[in-house]
């Protein structure tokens, strides 16, 4: 099915793992793809294997942690094919450190990329998918954001990602603009950095990219605002962040009382401990 013929995409981090499997796909669906990677070589090598499938595609060489460059991404995009439908805000970095361990400039340069990086271009793209009506927004998340032993920043830099998904899906929604945030697992260099992922050589990036490419389609006309996990052989939704009942009210709380609540009303609301939840 070509559900994206006639789109013209940014794909972030595209030169290798689940961007390129994200390029790739969206131009079988007929998408014009803009592919983006801080390496040239490899971004240019799913270029030339696009024209050599029949496709459209152009390199946009530049790390997106720099906002002129991520902009360029953009407007590399807009100048070629005329319009941009859609971005995926895919580049991305992550390394595990034990929290007493973690390194300053390794904290800063993971959250220019994570965080920044999808700011940028999603800010740009933002700009001109509000003159055009129309666009969809697909921001690369992680079930790290519940909070991954080793990984925290990691883990913080995908809670932001979270964050700004819901935020700019309600801002944007009256502009004809979706964004929805995609919490992936597929075998790639990074999983394998990754020593709490449960992924195998056979959940390979392609596995992953027809919910990509779904996201972008018309088809998801209806989808906004969400967090989506998807697997090999496995699709849910994401619950986001909310209050738990019950609401206590208390006139004066102070450290009894609240010892108290938290020994009796609150103890069924508390949250499994994150070693429990990556069991899940």
């Keep these: 099915m070509d559900v994206l013929e006639g789109k ?27 592919v983006n990677d801080i390496d040239a ?9 696009i024209l050599a499938a029949g ?30 439908d859609g971005l995926v805000n895919n580049a991305g970095l992550r390394y595990q450190a034990p929290v007493w361990e973690d390194d300053p400039a390794r904290m800063r340069a993971l959250v220019e990329v994570n965080v920044l990086g999808s700011m940028y271009c999603g800010s740009a793209a933002a700009r001109a998918m509000r003159a055009q009506g129309s666009g969809s927004i697909v921001n690369m998340g992680s079930l790290a954001m ?10 913080a830099s995908k809670g932001a990602v979270a964050s700004m998904t819901v935020a700019w899906a309600v801002e944007l929604a009256e502009h004809g603009i979706r964004v929805n945030g995609l919490c992936p697992l597929a075998w790639t260099r990074m999983a394998q950095a990754d020593t709490k992922a449960r992924t195998t050589p056979v959940d390979t990036p392609e596995r992953i990219a027809p919910i990509v490419t ?29 209050g738990k009942e019950p609401v ?21 609301a508390l949250e499994l401990p994150p070693a429990q939840r990556w069991k899940l």
């Design 214 to 242: 779904y996201l972008l389609s018309d088809l998801s006309a209806g989808v906004t605002g969400q967090l989506i996990r998807y697997a090999p052989g496995r699709l849910h939704i994401v619950r986001q962040t909310s």
């Design 8 to 34: 013209a995409v940014v794909v972030t981090g595209a030169g290798r793992g689940l961007g390129r499997a994200y390029a790739m796909h969206a131009a079988a669906a007929g998408a014009a793809v803009v």
């Design 248 to 268: 206590l009210q208390h006139e004066g709380w102070d450290v009894p009382e609240i010892a108290e609540a938290f020994e009796n009303q609150l103890a069924g």
């Design 55 to 84: 496709g459209q595609a152009v390199a946009s060489i530049g790390s997106v942690a720099d906002p002129e460059q991520a902009g360029a991404a953009i407007e590399r995009c807009r100048t070629r094919f005329g319009r941009i």
């Design 41 to 49: 070589e490899p971004a240019e090598d799913v270029v030339s294997a």
């Design 146 to 155: 519940v909070g991954q032993p080793t990984a925290a920043s990691y883990s």
